[in-house]
């Protein structure tokens, strides 16, 4: 069964770190691009950063995370991770994340997990 599975949100102070990690099931990850995004309350969704597959590996941020966010893998746990740094009371969202087969700009996300939630406040 195809599964992908978000966990490492909680409640930080503003300037924190926190890691999420994105762990599939039913699949290997590293074949796929890999897309984290987040959901603000009474906001539509956004995309945070991406990861291409193992052949290419580039990742793409948004301006708004540039700097303070690396996405990676870490293949011996078929997971992505985004490392949040310096956090800010606006990243909170709920954060998901999703596979595609196709690389950016190409991507279709087929399978996305159910979030996990991240809240920056003092």
């Known amino acids: 069964q195809v599964q992908l599975v978000e966990s490492g949100g909680g409640l930080v102070q503003p300037g924190a770190s926190l890691r999420l990690s994105c762990t599939a099931s039913g699949f290997t990850l590293d074949y796929y691009a890999v897309g984290w995004f987040r959901q603000a309350p009474g906001k539509e969704r956004e995309g945070v950063a991406q990861i291409a597959n193992s052949e290419g590996g580039s990742r793409y941020y948004a301006d708004s995370v540039k700097g303070r966010f690396t996405i990676s893998r870490d293949n011996a746990k078929n997971a992505v991770v985004l490392q949040m740094n310096s956090l800010k009371p606006e990243d909170t969202a709920i954060y998901y994340c999703?596979?595609?087969?196709?690389?950016?700009?190409?991507?279709?996300?087929?399978?996305w997990g159910k979030g996990t939630l991240v809240t920056v406040s003092a």
């Open positions: 999703a596979r595609s087969e196709y690389d950016p700009p190409l991507t279709e996300w087929d399978y």
